[in-house]
């Protein structure tokens, strides 16, 4: 099994940074995919980034493309999300997730409040 834990959320103001962590434990997550989804109260939820089991390949939501970079350390078992240029409408809640098949991701943590004043 695969368990993971964001970390690194918080209060920031418009134009601000946080870096978000996903500390993953159980099984290693070298062989997985990867990815951050956020959601907002009211509304579904939406993909963010994803990245390949060894790091080499990224893809980034247009909302977030230049502001936003995921990577991962697989010796530390953590996946990161460095966020730039912080925006208001950035404001949700953040989830890592992890997969070992190709299109579905079937491992998610709790999540962790990002919020953004303007």
């Known amino acids: 099994q695969v368990q993971l834990v964001e970390s690194g959320g918080g209060w920031v103001q418009t134009g601000g940074s946080l870096r978000l962590s996903c500390a993953a434990s159980?099984?290693?997550?070298?062989?997985?995919?990867m990815a951050w989804f956020r959601q907002a109260p009211g509304k579904e939820r939406d993909f963010v980034a994803r990245?390949?089991?060894?790091?080499?390949?990224?893809v980034l939501a247009n909302s977030v493309e230049g502001r936003f970079t995921i990577s991962r350390d697989n010796a530390k078992s953590t996946l990161y999300l460095q966020m730039n240029s912080l925006k208001p409408e950035d404001t949700a809640v953040y989830l890592c997730?992890?997969?070992?098949?190709?299109?579905?991701?079937?491992?998610w943590g709790q999540g962790t409040q990002v919020t953004v004043s303007s």
């Open positions: 990245i390949s089991a060894s790091g080499n390949s990224i």
């Open positions: 997730a992890a997969s070992n098949s190709p299109r579905a991701y079937n491992y």
């Open positions: 159980g099984r290693t997550i070298s062989s997985y995919g």
